[in-house]
């Protein structure tokens, strides 16, 4: 079957560096996709991978190793407004969405 | 209208009523999709559309049905409500196909009783 698996939850400091993990199980491979979702609200578009290696944007980062079937989402100098739940999504080889069940992102000051 | 509007906000629901929830962007994007978000589990794609005029089932279609009359409009019904199907629903769309960026409704809670 198809999997996605990041963590339930992390606890992190304002200010500081946190790294988010996916791991997938997928029937092909056609991207990977990294969203925001604040409580209550909808999931906002942070990063698309589709080749392996890092991609900047700002504070937030996204790395991929497709041979792993591993991405990590990289927040930096965080803010009390990240403070928010952070869903990866893999395109499958029907060009469909599999979605993990997101990571609920906790910031203390 | 600015991006992509559902209706209703959030609904409670008798079991055995038939519901639609509606769905419009703006963007004149041609794919469309409706999700489901539960509690511990990821988004699942209930239908889409990826152009005015056709759809095609998701990974939990059952006693979901859609339509894309247009390219602005993709309502979801439901034809008789289950408890099971208490959620909370998200309309999306892209402008290319299921792995572009995707532009997301602010949902609709959904409470069958």
């Known amino acids: 079957g198809q999997n996605i698996d990041q963590p339930t939850e992390m606890t992190a400091t304002e200010g500081a560096i946190v790294q988010i993990n996916c791991t997938y199980q997928?029937?092909?491979?056609?991207?990977l996709f990294w969203y925001q979702q604040h409580a209550g609200e909808a999931p906002t578009f942070l990063s698309y991978?589709?080749l392996d290696g890092l991609e900047e944007k700002g504070r937030f980062s996204s790395f991929l190793s497709r041979s792993k079937g591993y991405s990590y989402l990289l927040l930096k100098e965080l803010q009390m407004k990240d403070s928010a739940s952070y869903l990866c999504?893999?395109?499958?080889?029907?060009?469909?969405?599999?979605w993990g069940a997101g990571t609920k992102l906790i910031i203390k000051p | 209208i600015a991006g992509i509007t559902q209706a209703p906000t959030s609904q409670i629901l008798a079991a055995g009523r038939r519901m639609t929830l509606r769905c419009t962007q703006d963007?004149?994007?041609?794919?469309m999709y409706w999700y489901r978000q539960d509690l511990g589990l990821g988004l699942r794609l209930i239908h889409y559309?990826?152009?005015?005029?056709?759809?095609g089932k998701g990974e939990v279609p059952d006693g979901y049905s859609v339509s894309r009359a247009n390219t602005d409009d993709f309502p979801l019904t439901l034809a008789s409500a289950v408890p099971s199907q208490t959620s909370v629903y998200f309309c999306?769309?892209?402008?290319?196909?299921?792995?572009?960026?995707?532009?997301f409704g602010q949902g609709t809670r959904l409470t069958v009783v």
């Open positions: 997928t029937s092909g491979f056609n991207g």
């Open positions: 991978n589709v």
């Open positions: 999306a769309s892209s402008d290319g196909g299921h792995t572009t960026e995707a532009f």
């Open positions: 999504a893999v395109g499958d080889s029907n060009y469909q969405l599999i």
């Open positions: 559309s990826n152009t005015a005029g056709t759809t």
């Open positions: 963007m004149r994007h041609n794919a």
